[in-house]
């Protein structure tokens, strides 16, 4: 089994910057690829952005498209999401999660999940 602990959440301007952490412990961590979603209140768990095992590809929800970059730095067993231009819609709880196939990466049936870290974007 694969643990997986987010940070990097923080309280931030509309227009700033944030990068978030996933760091995996567990497991190979080479032999997953890792997803982030993030939750509002009130809302349903969404996808944010996605990244294969080896780092070669990418997959992003339109919402983020050229504000977020995911990448991932194996030997430090960490996955990162650095999100710029942020917006007040992009306020919520970050997880990042982990599953064997890059197939299917914006559906939420990864095998493994973090607990989140909260991200608030003001106005």
């Known amino acids: 089994q694969v643990q997986l602990v987010e940070s990097g959440g923080g309280l931030v301007q509309a227009g700033g910057s944030l990068r978030l952490s996933c760091a995996a412990s567990?497991?190979?961590?080479?032999?997953?690829?890792v997803g982030w979603f993030r939750q509002a209140p009130g809302k349903e768990r969404e996808f944010v952005a996605a990244?294969?095992?080896?780092?070669?590809?990418?997959r992003y929800a339109d919402s983020v498209k050229g504000r977020f970059t995911i990448s991932r730095d194996n030997a430090a067993n960490t996955v990162y999401v650095q999100m710029n231009s942020l917006k007040p819609e992009d306020t919520a709880v970050y997880y990042c999660a982990a599953r064997r196939l890059f197939t299917r990466v914006e559906v939420d049936d990864y095998s493994y999940w973090g607990g989140g870290t909260q991200v608030t974007v003001s106005s």
């Open positions: 567990g497991g190979t961590f080479s032999n997953y690829a």
């Open positions: 990244i294969e095992r080896s780092g070669g590809s990418t």
